[in-house]
């Protein structure tokens, strides 16, 4: 079955220290991978998103992901996070036989001063 | 950018009355556009797979006799709730996009009284 696994339901950090929200997915066909922001009462913002070629995908606000295929993962990364970045974070991906996304739980990050 | 618009933003509805939240394209046409809830701290869940001039797909779960979608043109999509009782309330959103790259609307806060 198809599914995406964040690993952390909550993260909490100081401001500008560095953050890493994790996501791993299951899936048998080649996948296209997102992370979306999401900040309260709004829809969801695109961050970043992996289709083809360099596994490494930058992003908007400083956000970068790394694309790991035997390890099936796609973890977020921010090398120094600001208050504004506090919001809930998804990990998706879509496939072409689906043709929906998957959504994993979500991520609150909180930066803290 | 795309941009996805919704209406209301915000409605408080009688149970047992319906109510119809609007879905708009503002600067592209969608043949596809997806309608999701979100419950407070959890993910999307999608509810139904709107596609222009054809009937919506329904995930397995969903009511389609009570989550009435309507896809008439190529920039709108509408949902109503019929009969809307609290269990109803909740955030929907909707979005729009093609490969899984889905450009979201703001979200409709629905309480139901």
């Known amino acids: 079955a198809q599914s995406v696994t964040q690993l952390d339901s909550q993260v909490p950090v100081f401001e500008e220290a560095p953050v890493e929200l994790r996501c791993n997915y299951s899936?048998?066909?080649?996948?296209?991978l997102f992370w979306y922001v999401q900040y309260p009462n709004q829809g969801l913002q695109l961050l970043l998103k992996?289709?083809?070629?360099?596994?490494l995908v930058k992003g908007i606000n400083g956000f970068e992901a790394e694309f790991n295929k035997s390890q099936t993962s796609f973890h977020l990364r921010k090398p120094s996070v600001h208050i504004s970045d506090t919001a809930e974070y998804f990990c998706a991906f879509y496939y072409n036989q689906g043709g929906k996304l998957i959504f994993g739980q979500g991520t609150e990050l909180s930066v803290k001063p | 950018g795309a941009v996805v618009s919704q209406h209301p933003s915000w409605v408080i509805c009688k149970s047992g009355t319906s109510v119809k939240i609007e879905c708009r394209s503002l600067d592209f046409q969608a043949t596809t556009m997806f309608w999701y809830r979100q419950f407070p701290k959890q993910s999307l869940m999608l509810m139904a797979t709107s596609n222009e001039g054809s009937k919506a797909t329904y995930e397995q779960g969903v009511e389609k006799d009570k989550f009435l979608i309507n896809h008439a043109s190529l920039t709108l999509s509408t949902l109503t709730v019929t009969s809307a009782h609290p269990e109803d309330s909740s955030f929907y959103i909707c979005?729009?996009?093609?490969?899984?790259?889905?450009?979201f609307g703001p979200g409709t806060r629905l309480t139901v009284t």
């Open positions: 992996y289709l083809s070629g360099s596994t």
């Open positions: 979005s729009a996009g093609t490969m899984g790259e889905q450009y």
């Open positions: 899936s048998s066909v080649s996948v296209y």
